[in-house]
């Protein structure tokens, strides 16, 4: 079992950043990869950011290309997620994910799909206001 728990969000301005964070607990000693997910009022979960168990490979949705950075230390078992020009329209409840690498030929495998994961934390919301 792995827990997660974010922390970093808060009510902001359009334009400014925020550093999200999310320690992992618990069988941090398996391979995982990260996630972080965003769910707004009214809509499904949606994939942000996602980064490999070595942290050379990352992905991320259209919409935060350029803007948002995810990021990882497993000497600490932390993931970032560095969100710089917040807009209105990344207001949400987000969530760090981690998906168990079965086999050493995952190991850059970065999934965007929600039903991928194994492991989520409770969230920490992030409101703009413009």
């Known amino acids: 079992q792995v827990q997660l728990v974010e922390s970093g969000g808060g009510l902001v301005q359009a334009g400014v950043s925020l550093r999200l964070s999310c320690a992992a607990s618990?069988?941090?000693?398996?391979?995982?990869?990260m996630g972080w997910f965003r769910q707004a009022p009214g809509k499904e979960r949606e994939f942000v950011a996602g980064?490999?168990?070595?942290?050379?490979?990352?992905r991320y949705t259209d919409s935060v290309k350029g803007r948002f950075t995810i990021s990882r230390d497993n000497a600490i078992n932390t993931v970032y997620l560095q969100m710089n020009s917040l807009k209105p329209e990344d207001t949400a409840l987000y969530y760090c994910?981690?998906?168990?690498?079965?086999?050493?030929?995952?190991?850059?495998?970065?999934?965007?799909?929600?039903?991928?994961?194994?492991?989520w934390g409770q969230g920490t919301q992030v409101t703009v206001s413009s």
């Open positions: 994910a981690a998906v168990v690498l079965r086999s050493v030929l995952l190991r850059q495998w970065v999934p965007s799909g929600a039903n991928e994961y194994d492991y």
């Open positions: 618990g069988r941090t000693d398996s391979n995982y990869a």
């Open positions: 980064i490999s168990r070595s942290g050379t490979n990352t």
